[in-house]
C-alpha cells in the first residue's frame, strides 16, 4: 500500500530528527497546522492557495519533491470532492393535493369573518374604555423633585468605545510578523510588514493568533489609544498568542490599556543605534573629557655664594654764580 502524503512528510521529518517545533520556527507554519498535514486532515487549514503554500514549504524543508507533495494534495482534495458528490441525495418534494377540493368554501370564509368582527370590536371597545376613565391628577414639583431625586446619571466610567465603531490597528517595526486572524467569522492570514499597518473594522468580534516569539515586534492600537499586548500566550497550554475582542470585554481592555492585565505585557525592544537619553549629544559623537592646561609655577633661582656688588654713584659738578641757560618749550 502507497503510503500518502501526510505520512510521507512524517517520515522524511523523523529520517532527519527534525521536531515539529523546528519546522514551524522555520517555515513559520503553525505546529497545529503541521501536525494537521502529517495525520492528512485539512480541515482545521485555512484553505486555498494557503494550504498549497503550506505543503510547498514542510515538503522542501524535509527535503521531499514540492512538485510531488503538491500533486499529491491535489488528488486528496480531488478525492473528497469526488465522494462528497456521492454523497449527495437528490430530494424530490411530495406535492399534497386535497381530495376534498370540490367541498365549498363559503363555511370558512364566514367564519374567518366572524371572528375578525369579534376582535375589531374588542378592540374599539378597549380604546373606549381607555380614553373615558379618569386620570389621576400628579403633583408637579412632587413629581419633579422625586425623578430628580430617584434619577441616577449613566456611568461613564467604565464607557468604551462601541463595537460597531471600532477601529484595531497592528504595527510592525522591526520585522514581518505573520499574523492570522477571524474577523466575524471570516479566517484570513497574512503578514504584518515592518514599518506598516494592518486594520481590521469587525462588528461582532475579532481573533487574533500570533507566534509568541513576536510579542515584542508587535504594537496593538484600538481606536488610536496604545493597547497592551501579553508576553506569552493567556493560556499555558497553548504555544501561540491568542486573543479575542468582542463586547463583552472592549471596554475593559480599552480602559486598562492591556489585553489582559494577569498576564504581563510584552516589552517592546528598542533599537540598538538609539542615542542616550539626556545627553545632548548624537549616538555617533563620542564624549570627549576635557583636559585643564598644567599649572605653570615660577622658578626662583637663588645664588648665595657671591655677596652682591654695590657701586657708589657719580656726584654731579655744582656751578655756581653761572645762570642756567633757557630750556627749549
Keep these: 500500500m502507497s503510503q500518502t502524503l501526510g505520512e510521507k512528510l512524517r517520515q522524511a521529518r523523523e529520517e532527519r530528527g527534525i521536531s515539529l517545533t523546528e519546522v514551524a520556527e522555520q517555515t513559520r507554519i503553525s505546529p497545529q497546522y503541521i501536525e494537521a498535514i502529517e495525520r492528512d486532515d485539512y480541515k482545521p487549514l485555512p484553505g486555498g492557495i494557503f494550504n498549497k503554500g503550506f505543503v510547498k514549504s514542510f515538503a522542501k524543508y524535509v527535503g521531499v519533491d514540492e512538485n510531488e507533495a503538491l500533486a499529491d494534495y491535489l488528488n486528496i482534495i480531488a478525492e473528497?470532492?469526488?465522494q462528497?458528490?456521492?454523497?449527495?441525495?437528490?430530494?424530490?418534494?411530495?406535492?399534497?393535493?386535497?381530495?376534498?377540493?370540490s367541498r365549498s368554501m363559503i363555511p370558512t370564509i364566514l367564519g374567518a369573518v366572524i371572528i375578525l368582527g369579534l376582535m375589531t370590536a374588542g378592540i374599539l371597545y378597549f380604546l373606549q374604555y381607555r380614553n373615558e376613565s379618569p386620570q389621576p391628577v400628579a403633583n408637579t414639583n412632587t413629581n419633579a423633585n422625586s425623578s430628580n431625586s430617584n434619577t441616577a446619571?449613566?456611568?461613564?466610567?467604565?464607557?468604551?468605545?462601541?463595537?460597531?465603531?471600532?477601529?484595531?490597528e497592528f504595527k510592525a517595526d522591526q520585522q514581518p510578523v505573520p499574523l492570522s486572524a477571524t474577523s466575524d467569522g471570516l479566517r484570513s492570514e497574512t503578514v504584518v510588514v515592518a514599518g506598516s499597518a494592518k486594520v481590521f473594522e469587525p462588528k461582532e468580534s475579532l481573533t487574533v493568533n500570533y507566534n509568541k516569539w513576536n510579542?515584542?515586534?508587535?504594537?496593538?492600537?484600538?481606536?488610536?489609544?496604545?493597547?497592551?499586548?501579553?508576553?506569552?500566550?493567556?493560556?499555558?497550554?497553548?504555544?501561540?498568542?491568542e486573543f479575542t475582542i468582542d463586547k463583552s470585554n472592549l471596554a475593559r481592555i480599552f480602559n486598562t490599556g492591556a489585553v489582559s492585565v494577569d498576564v504581563p505585557a510584552a516589552t517592546i525592544v528598542p533599537k540598538a543605534n538609539s542615542a542616550p537619553a539626556n545627553t545632548g549629544v548624537p549616538a555617533s559623537t563620542p564624549l570627549v573629557p576635557t583636559r585643564q592646561p598644567p599649572v605653570v609655577k615660577p622658578t626662583v633661582t637663588s645664588?648665595?655664594?657671591?655677596?652682591?656688588?654695590?657701586?657708589?654713584?657719580?656726584?654731579?659738578?655744582?656751578?655756581?654764580?653761572?645762570?642756567?641757560?633757557?630750556?627749549?618749550r
Design 80 to 82: 473528497k470532492e469526488d
Design 84 to 101: 462528497n458528490d456521492e454523497d449527495l441525495k437528490t430530494y424530490k418534494p411530495e406535492v399534497l393535493t386535497d381530495d376534498y377540493s
Design 153 to 168: 446619571l449613566p456611568d461613564t466610567a467604565n464607557a468604551g468605545p462601541e463595537m460597531t465603531t471600532v477601529k484595531v
Design 215 to 241: 510579542a515584542d515586534k508587535i504594537q496593538l492600537s484600538i481606536n488610536g489609544k496604545s493597547i497592551s499586548l501579553p508576553a506569552v500566550p493567556l493560556n499555558p497550554q497553548d504555544k501561540r498568542i
Design 303 to 328: 645664588n648665595t655664594s657671591a655677596p652682591p656688588i654695590r657701586t657708589n654713584p657719580t656726584p654731579k659738578p655744582t656751578v655756581t654764580g653761572v645762570p642756567s641757560p633757557n630750556r627749549p
